[in-house]
């Protein structure tokens, strides 16, 4: 299928750190909703330099950022990808989580918007909690 196709080769252009070829993919008219910020919706870029902008931070605060296991799925002109996500941060900690994105296609197939949401994964708590009701 040419749509599922497309955001497969989006997660290549990603793990290529191409942000070039990332950019082919967008919408003249784009945004991009990240999983963190301020606001309900994390932080937004809106139109084609702030999303370029925000798709930089990401390659700037994990060098390695790399997608891997990417599932998709494409239904009229919304489509969602999930992914396993891994990288190392500038300060040296490793990150692997799971994630997904949310997508609006324009009718010629580029990405409109792209929702991006992601697990927080946490540090295992030195002693294990009892569960409610026990003793």
């Known amino acids: 299928m040419p749509g599922t196709q497309m955001l497969k080769d989006l997660v290549a252009a990603f793990n290529a750190h191409d942000l ?7 919408d003249d008219d784009c945004v991009l909703e990240t999983p963190r910020g301020v606001e309900p919706w994390g932080t937004r870029f809106q139109g084609r330099d702030a999303v370029r902008e925000g798709l930089a931070q990401r390659f700037r605060g994990l060098p390695d950022v790399h997608y891997a296991d990417d599932e998709h799925w494409l239904c009229g002109d919304h489509a969602v990808s999930t992914w396993r996500l891994t990288g190392t941060s500038t300060a040296g900690d490793r990150v692997t989580l799971n994630g997904c994105d949310l997508f ?4 010629e197939g580029r990405v409109r918007r792209k929702d991006s ?3 927080i994964v946490e540090e295992p708590p030195l002693v294990t909690p009892r569960l409610a009701g026990q003793m």
Do not use: A, G, I, N
């Open 20 to 26: 070039d070829l990332v950019m082919t993919f967008f």
């Open 104 to 107: 609006d296609l324009s009718p």
């Open 117 to 119: 949401y992601w697990k």
